[in-house]
């Protein structure tokens, strides 16, 4: 049974940061590109940053340069560091593979930028 668990959410003020963590069970992560995404009240789901099994990353334009995604393979663990982080940042961030599975959601980790 895979399952993804997400941590590392919190309050910070404009221009803080914050790092996610996600652990994952299953074979998932080993063979999946994995991705982090985040849904903001009254908005769709997006992804803002990928990373593939050979660790190439990819990011929404959105946090281009203020955000940088990692993994490591031997804690099955998939990281998303959050810099220079703005109000509108403000979302739940879940991660997934991506594509996404919808089996695969989490309860997701809570971030809050005050402004």
């Known amino acids: 049974q895979v399952q993804l668990v997400e941590s590392g959410g919190g309050l910070v003020q404009a221009g803080g940061s914050l790092r996610l963590s996600c652990v994952t069970s299953?074979?998932?992560?080993?063979?999946?590109?994995m991705g982090w995404y985040r849904q903001a009240p009254g908005k769709q789901r997006e992804l803002v940053a990928a990373?593939?099994?050979?660790?190439?990353?990819n990011y929404a334009d959105s946090v281009n340069g203020r955000f940088t995604i990692s993994r490591d393979k031997a804690k099955n663990t998939v990281y998303l560091q959050m810099n220079s982080l703005k109000p509108e940042d403000t979302a739940v961030y879940y991660c997934?593979?991506?594509?996404?599975?919808?089996?695969?959601w989490g309860q997701g980790t809570q971030v809050t930028v005050s402004s």
């Open positions: 997934n593979s991506r594509p996404y599975i919808d089996y695969y």
């Open positions: 299953g074979s998932i992560f080993s063979i999946r590109t």
């Open positions: 990373i593939t099994t050979g660790g190439i990353p």
